[in-house]
Structure formats: structure tokens, C-alpha cells
């Protein structure tokens, strides 16, 4: 490592205004206590650094996109297997993002969803440590994988293991890409078999089959090739991971959402036909009460100012709860967010500001806003060079927002149903959430949305809404 380097990119990342010097100490100590863990370093994951640290993910992230931007770290975009979570690409620039993957590993095609399984991981950047290593990254604790052991170059290392079932196992090395079948059939033998198996150039094991009985077996494995080749085993086919079961991450939606990101690196964007699934965003619509009635009275100068400082409240409330701006429409706003807790947090905040705003103002010149939320699956797109999103979700969102009445929220029940969704509400004191059947206009059936009206800001308002 080019420790000189290594010191004077933290010292310029010290000095930026407003940095948080705790947390780049932390990261500093982080990555100086695990320098010899070359996995680790390679693969840095923001949330282990979290844990190791006890310092919020919240305030790590700004910190590590502020040194990818001086040049302390590169920035990662790693594509996992949805079955052995092993990486099945990595690239350095959103444009080389695409909407499939493959897993050579588990012969699987898969959707590489940004919510789900693109991961953003850091590394030190090259200038300071350009040891090689591939990305690597353990299997999550559902799968029992057999072995794990790694062999550097021409060495031989054994592994014994117990195989009670029978069946189709696929032994593999994650570092070099190759991989075998391992056959368990028969009677059960009490004998330890042994195999000697062979690490060869091109991504090769030797054999590429093994037959065995149920039992303990043996592997010696020679590594002739690599500079290091491992073994892992696991039953073949493995069943996709479900979100509880996934390793610590922090995924391509969620660092998207970051305004560092955005102020950084904002100018990445997908390329112009890619479109890439999120398994889950959350989408607000806000639109302001009454502004055709607001520009007639108080002329367009007047009334353009009013929806400004509306802008700024909202966006202000948006930004701080990590949501993103993604678009206005005249006056109405599209935002997203990762959690729908989030959205009601900066939604509550932002209708008080318009509380205290509007306190201040002559009673034509009031703000008030009719606000929907809806969850789901989306596509992301890069439209005019711009983040954007398509799909039913965010039509839905859009005509949830239409049924909306002033200072109202109006939420689909996907998103009342999340229990951090309603234990914000409890905690904000929100008690008045309605439960409405309504005909949305554009989409099929009767749809159930949830009134949120919220106290506080209601005092000039009509509750008739929320009595249907
Ligand atoms: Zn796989």
C-alpha cells in the first residue's frame, strides 16, 4: 500500500467544509486495521464498516462518496447470483449497468434488480493499493456450503467432509470461476473416500466429476495455476434468497438516494435503452390545492413565487429524509424513496413547515398540498439524462394522489400494511387514518387506499372527506 498517498487523500478529505472528521478517523482505522485482509479491503461494505465502527450508515456514506470523489476509494457496482450471491459482474460506471444477468456458476439467467442485487461495495483506489484480488463474497448462512478452504499457488490443501444425503452438489471456486459436480449416490460407507482434485489453468478443475457414496469425503485439492484456488460445495440447485436471509448490503437503490451521490455523481446515469427492475420503491405525488385559483388572484409573478418557496420546503423535507426529487410536473412533485416510513416522515415535516409558512402569509396566498403514496416494482430509466421511473406503481401513486383532499395523504395498502409505515404513524401521534374503497381512474377493480389526516395542520380544514 502507498502509505504517503493513503494519508494525504484523509487529509484533504479532513479539510473539506462540513466534513465529519469522527467518521473519516473511523473509516481511516478501519481500513488500516484490516489492511492485511485483502477480501475485506477489496470489498469494503459500508454497513460492516458501520458495525465495526458503531458509526451510522447515514454518516459513513457521505464521507465514502466525498473520497471516491478526491480519489481515496473507487466505487463498485457489483451484480450477485440471487442463489449462491456470488458476484456474476462488477463494473465501475453506472452506463455499464444492464438489466440481466448470468451466474456461470449456478448456469442461471436473472434479473440483476437495483433494489435487490446490485450491491455498492469500495475499494481503496488503485494509486494506493493495486494488489489484484477478484470480488469474492460469502455465500448467505441458508446455504450449507461444505469445505471452504483455499490453496495458494502449488500447494495442496485437504478438506473432509460428511455427506449424509444423497444427491447433486456443485463444487466451485469462487476466485478462479471453475467449478465440478459432485455426485452422492448409493449406500452409506463407513470408509473415508478420497479424491485428489486439481486446480488447472482456464478456469478448470480436474476432475469436473465426482462420484462418491454417502459418507465422509476426502478432497485434496492442488492448485497448479492460480495465485490462490479455493473450494466451496453446495446441494445443486440452490433456491433463490429471500430478502431476510441476505448479507448486510447496501444496494443501488439505496445509494442512489444519497444527495451526495447525486451532487457527486450525478452526471453517471444508465445508458439511454437500459432499463433496470427495483424490486421495491417507494413513490410520492404531491400537488399543490387550489393553484389555478391562486394564479388568477394573485397574478402569475406572485403565485410563481408562492409554488418556489413551496418547492423549497418540500424538497428541503424530501432531501433530508433521503428521498429524491424525481421530477415537477407545474406544480405537482414526484419524489421516491426506499422506505415508505421515510416518505411519511418528510411529508409530516414538510406539512408543518407549511403550518408555519402559512402563518405568515394573507389567506390566498396559503399552501396547502394533497400528498399520495404507493410501494412497488418499477424500472428505472435514464430519460434525458436524468433518473426516472416507469411502471403501474408509479401510475398507481399518481392517481392515489389525485383522490387526495388538502393536507390529506393518501396511501395504497401495500404501504399501510408496511409495519415501519405504521409504527411512524403511531409515533408521530397521526391517529385519523381512514379506510376508503375507491374506482382509480385507468385502473381495473376497486382499490383500497388509506386517509391519512394529520391533526395539526387540520385545523382550517373540513374532516367531510374522511367520513365517506
Ligand atoms: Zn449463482
Not at 24 to 29: L, S
Request: glycine share 4%; hydrophobic share 40%.
Amino acid at each position: 500500500m502507498n502509505t504517503d498517498l493513503f494519508q494525504q487523500k484523509i487529509a484533504l478529505l479532513k479539510q473539506r467544509e462540513h466534513a465529519n472528521l469522527i467518521a473519516i478517523q473511523a473509516i481511516e482505522q478501519w481500513i488500516l486495521s484490516n489492511i492485511s485482509n485483502i477480501a475485506k479491503i477489496h470489498r469494503i461494505i459500508p454497513p460492516v464498516v458501520a458495525e465495526d465502527t458503531q458509526i451510522p450508515l447515514s454518516i459513513l456514506i457521505p464521507e465514502f462518496l466525498y473520497a471516491v470523489f478526491g480519489g481515496l476509494f473507487d466505487l463498485n457496482w457489483n451484480v450477485h447470483c440471487p442463489r449462491c450471491y456470488g458476484v456474476t459482474s462488477s463494473y465501475q460506471k453506472l452506463a455499464q449497468a444492464h438489466h440481466r444477468s448470468y451466474c456461470k456458476m449456478c448456469e442461471a439467467e436473472f434479473k440483476a434488480d437495483f433494489a435487490q442485487w446490485v450491491e455498492v461495495t469500495f475499494s481503496l483506489n488503485k494509486a494506493i493499493d493495486d494488489r489484484e484480488f477478484p470480488p469474492l463474497c460469502s455465500p448467505p448462512n441458508t446455504i450449507k456450503v461444505y469445505y471452504q478452504m483455499g490453496a495458494d499457488y502449488l500447494q495442496t490443501i485437504s478438506g473432509t467432509e460428511k455427506f449424509e444425503q444423497t444427491g447433486v452438489y456443485a463444487y466451485k471456486c469462487p476466485l478462479t470461476g471453475s467449478k465440478g459436480t459432485l455426485l452422492i449416490e448409493g449406500d452409506f460407507t463407513e470408509e473415508i473416500q478420497e479424491v485428489n482434485l486439481s486446480q488447472l489453468a482456464n478456469a478448470t478443475f480436474t476432475p469436473d466429476k465426482i462420484h462418491a457414496r454417502p459418507g465422509m469425503l476426502k478432497i485434496n485439492l492442488t492448485n497448479l495455476a492460480y495465485p490462490l484456488s479455493g473450494l466451496q460445495a453446495h446441494i445443486m440447485p440452490l433456491p433463490e434468497i429471500t430478502e431476510e436471509y441476505l448479507p448486510p448490503q447496501l444496494t443501488g437503490l439505496a445509494l442512489f438516494h444519497y444527495p451526495e451521490f447525486r451532487q457527486l455523481f450525478g452526471h453517471q446515469v444508465l445508458s439511454q435503452r437500459e432499463q433496470l427492475q427495483v424490486a421495491s420503491v417507494t413513490t410520492v405525488f404531491t400537488d399543490i390545492t387550489g393553484s389555478t385559483q391562486m394564479y388568477e388572484k394573485l397574478g402569475d409573478a406572485t403565485a410563481y413565487n408562492i409554488v418556489r418557496d413551496h418547492f423549497d420546503i418540500l424538497f428541503k423535507q424530501i432531501e433530508q429524509h433521503r428521498g429524491i426529487v424525481i421530477k415537477t410536473i407545474g406544480d405537482a412533485v414526484m419524489a421516491s424513496f426506499t422506505r415508505n416510513d421515510a416518505a411519511l416522515r418528510s411529508i409530516f415535516m414538510a406539512l408543518q413547515e407549511f403550518t408555519r409558512y402559512n402563518q405568515t402569509q394573507p389567506l390566498e396566498a396559503q399552501v396547502y398540498i394533497k400528498v399520495g403514496i404507493h410501494c412497488g416494482t418499477a424500472i428505472l430509466v435514464n430519460l434525458n439524462e436524468k433518473l426516472d421511473y416507469f411502471g403501474s406503481t408509479i401510475n398507481k401513486a399518481a392517481r392515489i394522489q389525485a383522490i387526495a383532499s388538502s393536507d390529506e395523504i393518501c396511501v395504497s395498502e401495500q404501504v399501510c400494511q408496511d409495519p415501519a409505515f405504521f409504527n411512524t404513524l403511531k409515533e408521530l401521534g397521526i391517529s385519523q387514518v381512514s379506510r376508503h374503497a375507491v374506482n382509480l381512474k385507468g385502473i381495473d377493480g376497486v382499490q383500497t387506499i388509506y386517509k391519512i389526516a394529520l391533526n395539526k395542520t387540520m385545523d382550517n380544514f373540513s374532516l367531510s372527506s374522511l367520513t365517506q
